[in-house]
């Protein structure tokens, strides 16, 4: 018994990854992917049609994140600044937190050094990455549409500077248990425009939408 050409679907993850940069004007993307798809699929098989979709996906992807920077980029750059800056704020947040904690328990921190070491390490970077994780979601609030572009843009340009920094700290500095850490903020700023994009998404296609 053959297939049914329409009962076929595309690889989820690749329709998920475009449903994600994919804005209510484009909405039919998804759609004519789907359809090429399954001519693809006629012609030359399941395996090959899925390679040529992951290969659109891509394509197409690369294609929405541009399309961003070249309809509003003046917007779009202003979200990213601002969202480093509301980074940068953020960021001092955990440390000020330890201080207070320190200072208003400092008795018990002497009488119990290695949680106080733990916390100060291992749970200090944590607090950092969920730190990164909101200012991803706020970003994506402000980014209207624009969530993961705005984000993604924050965690490219983050990664590459922590880049510089593991690079001259494996140099001079090779046995610095931070470098476990150190693309997790980035990851969590991606992560954050995510889960926004997919709240909104979700609200839009909800019957109770307006």
Not at 45 to 58: D, E, I
Not at 60 to 73: D, E, I, K, N, W
């Amino acid at each position: 018994m053959t297939t049914r050409p329409h009962s076929i679907q595309p690889p989820r993850i690749a329709t998920w990854l475009v449903n994600l940069f994919t804005v209510t004007t484009e909405e039919s993307i998804v759609g004519d992917l789907f359809e090429e798809f399954l001519e693809v699929v006629s012609r030359s098989g399941v395996a090959a049609a899925k390679r040529w979709y992951w290969r659109q996906t891509l394509k197409t992807v690369f294609y929405l994140f541009g399309g961003a920077f070249r309809t509003a980029p003046r917007p779009t750059i202003a979200v990213v600044l601002g969202g480093f800056f509301l980074g940068r704020v953020v960021s001092g947040l955990p440390h000020r937190l330890l201080s207070v904690v320190t200072d208003r328990y400092l008795y018990y921190w002497s009488n119990h050094f290695k949680i106080y070491m733990i916390l100060a390490t291992d749970g200090m970077m944590m607090m950092h990455v969920m730190s990164s994780l909101l200012v991803g979601c706020m970003v994506a609030l402000a980014a209207k549409r624009r969530e993961l572009v705005a984000t993604i843009s924050m965690g490219l340009i983050s990664a590459a500077l922590i880049t510089s920094a593991v690079v001259w700290a494996t140099i001079h500095l090779p046995s610095q248990s931070w470098m476990a850490w150190a693309y997790a903020d980035p990851v969590a700023l991606i992560v954050g425009g995510i889960i926004v994009r997919i709240r909104r998404t979700s609200e839009a296609a909800s019957p109770l939408a307006d």
